[in-house]
């Protein structure tokens, strides 16, 4: 009787450790979604004040381009958050 008890027991610790190793999987894998997410948001930000810096370039014209540039980053970089 001692025999089957004992092997319920390793049969629950093994099932245990299983379950244990697929929770740290999972775990890994959101942590990795979490960070590409971040990552991508983070260049759209960029990607966009970029652009809207250009716009303001093109559409302001070479007498005020600095600030047309400055003006067009923060509207791209308010646009690349969204």
Do not use: F, H
């Amino acid at each position: 009787m001692s025999y089957s008890i004992m092997q319920m027991g390793n049969s629950t610790k093994a099932q245990s450790k299983q379950a244990l190793n697929t929770l740290a999987s999972m775990e890994n894998n959101r942590e990795m979604v979490n960070d590409q997410n971040k990552q991508q948001k983070k260049s759209n930000q960029m990607s966009g004040a970029a652009s809207g810096a250009m716009m303001g370039y093109m559409m302001a014209g070479s007498a005020a381009g600095p600030m047309g540039m400055a003006v067009g980053a923060a509207v791209g970089l308010l646009a690349g958050s969204l």
